[in-house]
Structure formats: structure tokens, C-alpha cells
């Protein structure tokens, strides 16, 4: 047990896929997962662990933003183990030519800070995803016929933007879409040897204001879940 993590030693495999949402993690583990068993229910952030095609996977909620995904995180590789770690979030698309419920692998993750920042100091660390991870999702997205874009991400810290040139600036800069966790979870790979990727699915648009419900993001997220097991095991 961790501070935050309730599983026994053991309980957590070496490949982690990690949604914000923890009743993602809970309809995931049990649409995807042979034999799923809760191992964390501390905080109500929800973990599972079971099989998927005979391979030992975890499913675990990471919470909202960047703060939280680092305690998980941090807990999941350097006290349990972690190697993999797949984010399956869900984001804002910022390009026209992303629409919704489209798949985006983020390639890399810009921020305007992470939780890092404290180490990195003047470096402007360039998060970005393990490249055998990426490619196999590129593939695994291409063999399910899914819409899939790969390409830059901007991880920020609020939801409620308060500063639309911010976005706006990373739409001109070509960055796909805007969720809150991703360039800390690469950055927490980078430092501890893991390999770490975001496949993220299209929830809302930034430009033309469309948006799904609140239970199609907790539960309606197929193709993303296919994808980061399939990258995972490539
Ligand atoms: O759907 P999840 O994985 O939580 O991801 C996105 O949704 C949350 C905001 O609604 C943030 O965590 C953002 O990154
Ligand atoms: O962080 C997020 C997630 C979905 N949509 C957004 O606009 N931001």
C-alpha cells in the first residue's frame, strides 16, 4: 500500500493505462479486462488489474490535471512498478480538421508549467511519447479504421481558459488538441526509465463548440482503450 494506492505489492501490473476519469478506469477494466479486480478504491480513485489476451494490465484513474496524475504516477512506477503507462483521456480538438470522437496520439505535450517545473528550472524540457508506443498505436488506429491524428498536444493547468490567446497561439502552432495531463506523465516517464504515451479521444471542440455528455466521456471510449492494449503489447 501506498499513500494514495491501495493495492498490495503485486496487485499492479507493469502496464498501467490511465484515464482521469475513475469510473472510465471502472467501465474500461470491465469491457476490455478478462477477470478485472479492484485493487484501489482509495479516495474513490479507482484501480483494476486483470488480463487482456493473457497479458497482466492495470487500469487506473489518474484524477484531473497535472498535480494528481503525478502522485498516481510517481506511486504506480516507483513503488509498484510501472513500465507502460497509457493515458486514455479524453480532449479538446484545436484544428478544424479534427472532429469529434476522432483519436489523437499526442506525439509530444507542451504546457505553460508542470509539477516538474521545480526540477527543471530554466530547461524547457520537451515532453514527449515513447516512439515504439506511438507507432504502434498509429498502426492499431489504422487497423480498427479509426480517425486518428498524431501530432502535438498542449497539456494545461485550468479548464476554465481565462486566456484564449493561449489557445488560440497552440491552434497556430498546429497542436491538435488541449487536455491536462499528458506532459507531466511523459515527463515522469522521461525521469524514472518508463515508457509513457497519450491516446486521447475528441470530447469537445475548441473551434466549433460541440461537445459530448458527460457519460459518453466516462464510458463510450472504445477505440482508445483498443489502441493503448494493442500499443502496449506490439
Ligand atoms: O477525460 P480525462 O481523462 O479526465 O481528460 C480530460 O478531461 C478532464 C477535464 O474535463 C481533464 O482531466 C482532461 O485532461
Ligand atoms: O482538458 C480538456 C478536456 C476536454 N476538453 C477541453 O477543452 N479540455
Redesign the pocket.
Known amino acids: 500500500m501506498t499513500v494514495h494506492i491501495g493495492a498490495e505489492p503485486g496487485q499492479i501490473a507493469e502496464t498501467v493505462l ?4 475513475p469510473l ?1 478506469a471502472e467501465w474500461a477494466a470491465h469491457e476490455f479486462l478478462e477477470n478485472p479486480v479492484c485493487v484501489n478504491r482509495v479516495r474513490g480513485m479507482l484501480g483494476f488489474t486483470g488480463t487482456w489476451k493473457g497479458n497482466p494490465v492495470t487500469i487506473h484513474g ?4 497535472m498535480p ?1 496524475l503525478s502522485i498516481y504516477a510517481n506511486e504506480l512506477i516507483q513503488e509498484y512498478g510501472a513500465k507502460t503507462l497509457i ?5 479538446g480538438a484545436m484544428q478544424s480538421h479534427v472532429n469529434i470522437r476522432d483519436v489523437i496520439l499526442a506525439m509530444t505535450a507542451s504546457s505553460i508549467s508542470t509539477p516538474s517545473v521545480g526540477i527543471f528550472k530554466e530547461l524547457n524540457f520537451a515532453p514527449c511519447a515513447n516512439y515504439q508506443l506511438l507507432t504502434a498505436a498509429e498502426t492499431a488506429a489504422r487497423k480498427l479504421d479509426a480517425a486518428c491524428h498524431v501530432g502535438g498536444i498542449y ?2 493547468d485550468v ?1 476554465y481558459d481565462e486566456r484564449p490567446d493561449l489557445n488560440e497561439m497552440m491552434t497556430r502552432h498546429g497542436i491538435l488538441g ?5 506532459a507531466e506523465l511523459y515527463n515522469l516517464a522521461a525521469r524514472h526509465g518508463a515508457r509513457a504515451l497519450a491516446v ?1 479521444t475528441v ?1 469537445d471542440h475548441l473551434l466549433t463548440h460541440e461537445a459530448l455528455p458527460a457519460e459518453d ?1 466516462q464510458s463510450s471510449f472504445g477505440d482508445m482503450v483498443q489502441i493503448a492494449l494493442e500499443a502496449a503489447f506490439a
Open positions: 490511465m484515464p482521469g476519469d472510465r489518474s484524477g484531473m490535471g494528481s493515458r486514455i483521456g479524453s480532449c497539456s494545461a479548464f488541449v487536455e491536462m495531463e499528458a486521447l470530447s466521456r
